[in-house]
């Protein structure tokens, strides 16, 4: 029982919860650096820079050429024995940028919830942002009906994704910093077990080492309250989301990655160790996940971790300008 009440929670409670109460992200990159103005910094009037006299001169030195796009969706092919699928991302910034940043939802979000995270680091350089829709969720496809959504399902696409899209040979100097919201924190854990030293750093939206049982009954109980009368064609249709999705997150099989579970609730200090990279913790103060409890306990666990509290958030911690900054920071930008 346990254990369904945790597929339930992860992403979906909390995601879809979210997705009703506070307005959505727009799409259209245009729209999203129109309701960021406050973000960008002001735009001054410079005085003309004097010049070296020989620098008019006709330089022989190769210019690196920088390739920077607003935020555009492209698509990564899975090839697999039965049943090829296209996972989508947006991608913007530097192309060849060294800073890269992978973002994770949560399990009933999509890609177009890390838009401000786009729109606010176009304006650096050498970095470069990616934001992924799972499958079965925004713009990738449905995986076959015999199958069956579940978080090693997930954990493979991205782990071949960073493999063949972010971490390609000769590009050493590559800084590869992982994002994780809700769910896509509790992915981000166990990807520092795939990939070691090849990630710089993980940030973690609203998701600590250890989850509540009596965090997860609440908000279970909540979730039902709030969408116990829709319809799960509704929902998966308002979510941009496959309907199996929304039912196979109920089922016992869908966490099937280790963990371990004591008297409190699920622990994931286990997908931690080892890992000497960055790890850093945005939360809610009013968040029924990831409360102060388990922010403290996190700290005692690992004496590095840098955190962020939102004060008057919930779960998950909105990307205001504090935290985009406080992103930045973490990034080493």
């Excluded at 039912?247 to 990655?257: E, I, K, R």
């Excluded at 403290?296 to 919930?314: D, R, S, Y």
């Amino acid at each position: 029982m346990k254990r369904k009440i945790f597929d339930v929670l992860m992403g979906f409670k909390a995601d879809v919860i979210r997705s009703l109460q506070q307005p959505s992200i727009p799409h259209d990159s245009n729209k999203v650096m129109d309701c960021l103005e406050d973000i960008d910094q002001p735009k001054n009037e410079l005085e003309p820079l004097a010049l070296p006299e020989d620098a008019t001169k006709e330089s022989t030195a190769p210019v690196a050429k920088v390739v920077s796009v607003r935020p555009e969706t492209r698509y990564f092919l899975i090839q697999d024995s039965e049943d090829d699928r296209k996972i989508a991302y947006t991608i913007s910034g530097d192309m060849n940028g060294k800073n890269i940043l992978l973002c994770l939802p949560g399990l009933l979000e999509t890609k177009a919830s890390f838009m401000v995270i786009h729109a606010y680091f176009l304006k650096f350089d050498n970095c470069k942002i990616i934001s992924i829709d799972f499958s079965g969720r925004g713009q990738s496809d449905n995986i076959a009906d015999q199958e069956g959504y579940k978080m090693s399902l997930y954990l493979s696409d991205i782990s071949r994704l960073i493999k063949e899209l972010i971490l390609v040979s000769g590009r050493s100097t590559q800084k590869l910093t992982i994002l994780g919201t809700s769910m896509g924190g509790v992915l981000a854990m166990y990807l520092t077990q795939i990939f070691g030293k090849k990630i710089y750093g993980i940030i973690l939206n609203d998701i600590a080492l250890t989850v509540n049982w009596t965090s997860l009954y609440t908000l279970y109980k909540s979730m039902k309250n709030d969408l116990g009368f829709r319809e799960v064609r509704e929902l998966a249709k308002e979510l941009s989301v496959d309907e199996r999705v929304v039912s196979d997150v109920q089922l016992p099989g869908h966490f099937d990655l280790s963990y371990q579970a004591d008297v409190w609730g699920m622990n994931f200090h286990e997908a931690l160790e080892g890992f000497k990279g960055k790890v850093s913790l945005i939360y809610g103060s009013d968040s029924k996940i990831c409360t102060k409890l388990r922010v403290e306990e996190a700290k005692t666990f690992m004496p590095h971790l840098q955190t962020i509290e939102v004060i008057g958030a919930g779960h998950p911690a909105p990307f205001n300008l504090q935290v985009c900054e406080f992103i930045q920071t973490e990034m080493s930008i």
